[in-house]
């Protein structure tokens, strides 16, 4: 399988050509941060154990509801969104695991999956269920709903959909179901928005029933879309109630594009983190509603400041802190890969600056209410360059120092375009 990825010789010859210039700054970051007390291996180390998710689905070019614009030599399958998935993962080595979704990636051959990704260095994630769109052939429709659907067959065909999904994510090797629903309504009084929930919560306990004693249940919110009057999972505190009533093995999922604009989202993770709630984060970007934007690319600072949290929370989790990390966008105008590669990195990159935030300073200056001084522990840790720090992890795990410059040398995209199929246009994500 190795041939299907990039030719190691490329990432390590550009990497050669770049070694010098990346310890002469990783070494006078070293000593600028030594002065503050923080050793830069230590940090660096810490951003070499974090690693995040990729989707399946973010490997083609996203579909708005107006039209999508493929670009030649992108996935057509499931094992093809592998092969680019692996050469995310060979590039930036924070991104080992692959979320996939269904009926997307449905496959006669889990086990075989399995096996494929593992021969591309990859493992699986959460997954995903669909019940926002019908299949061809269904027989009962989700125009109205789903898990939470009046009509008592398309919530069955919804919660069997579910329960395929874990059986499936067994054989992957998966320990976590992320379930997304649409439902909702475009017109006050079209559904009684009590009954609505009580239905969804009814359907996600057969759900529940039937997962593993391993895995966890993902409870993902959003404020609208497709339904625009109500959406009967619409925030956090829906989720979180959710979980709750649910069981320990309910978590919620926090998608950072899935707010009220203008929310404070790190707060929202460190009160799920403060009732155990906090499972899993999709990180995208978003200007205006659930825009899939490429992580950071916005709003970095708040990037910042949700690993701020994340963080804290770390340190202060009881039992271990874990949550399920997964990059979820929707690549319109960019090759899919590199977007992925410069969201991984931004990502990265917020979470190094959190790691250096000098926390017992932090805590006194909260303590003596100096606002200013508490402001400016977080200000000194966001001002910091830390590129220097993820190219030397990443170099150390035989990744590149310069992932989007190898790759457009590596001609991947190109080559892609002769040997797969084109994809046909229209709309849609997949
Ligand atoms: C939704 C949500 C889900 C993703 C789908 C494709 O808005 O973010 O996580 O599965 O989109
Ligand atoms: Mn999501
Ligand atoms: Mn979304």
Not at 331 to 352: F, R
Request: hydrophobic share 40%; with cysteine; aromatic share 8%.
């Amino acid at each position: 399988m190795r041939d299907a990825m990039l030719s190691t010789d490329l990432i390590q010859s550009h990497n050669a050509a770049r070694l010098d210039a990346l310890r002469d700054e990783y070494d006078s970051l070293g000593r600028s941060l030594a002065r503050s007390g923080v050793r830069i291996d230590g940090i660096r180390d810490a951003v070499a154990r974090f690693s995040m998710a990729l989707p399946s689905w973010g490997c083609g070019t996203g579909g708005t509801r107006f039209a999508k614009f493929p670009i030649p030599g992108e996935p057509t399958c499931i094992e093809e969104r592998l092969e680019d998935c692996a050469v995310v993962q060979q590039l930036c080595r924070a991104t080992p695991r692959v979320s996939l979704h269904f009926p997307w990636d449905s496959s006669s051959d889990y086990a075989g999956l399995r096996e494929v990704a593992a021969g591309l260095g990859l493992g699986f994630d959460a997954v995903n269920s669909n019940t926002f769109q019908d299949q061809p052939g269904q027989p009962v429709s989700y125009r109205y709903g789903s898990l939470s659907a009046a009509d008592p067959a398309a919530r069955d065909l919804a919660v069997r959909h579910n329960i395929d999904c874990i059986e499936a994510g067994r054989r992957l090797g998966s320990r976590a179901l992320t379930v997304w629903v649409g439902d909702g309504t475009n017109f006050p009084g079209q559904q009684d928005l009590g009954a609505s929930l009580d239905r969804y919560l009814e359907s996600m306990s057969r759900i529940y029933a039937a997962l593993p004693e391993d895995w966890r249940l993902l409870i993902e919110h959003k404020l609208y879309e497709p339904a625009f009057y109500s959406t009967v999972v619409s925030d956090w505190g829906t989720s979180i109630l959710a979980a709750k009533e649910l069981g320990p093995k309910a978590k919620c999922l926090v998608d950072l594009g899935h707010h009220a604009p203008s929310v404070n989202i790190e707060q929202i993770v460190a009160r799920l983190h403060r009732f155990g709630k906090l499972g899993g984060f999709h990180f995208n970007d978003s200007k205006y509603g659930d825009d899939d934007l490429d992580s950071g690319s916005i709003n970095p600072h708040q990037l910042f400041l949700v690993f701020n949290e994340l963080v804290t929370a770390a340190e202060t989790a009881p039992d271990g802190f874990d949550p399920a990390y997964m990059i979820d966008q929707s690549h319109n105008v960019t090759d899919p890969i590199e977007s992925l590669l410069s969201s991984a990195e931004a990502i990265l990159g917020a979470y190094a600056k959190a790691l250096l935030v000098d926390r017992e300073a932090l805590r006194a200056a909260q303590a003596r209410n100096d606002a200013m001084m508490a402001f400016q522990c977080l200000r000194a840790a966001y001002r910091r360059d830390v590129t220097p720090i993820l190219a030397m992890a990443r170099l150390e795990a035989g990744g590149a120092i310069d992932m989007l410059g190898v790759y457009r040398e590596s001609g991947w995209r190109r080559r892609k375009a002769q040997e797969r199929r084109p994809v046909a246009l229209g709309a849609g994500i997949v």
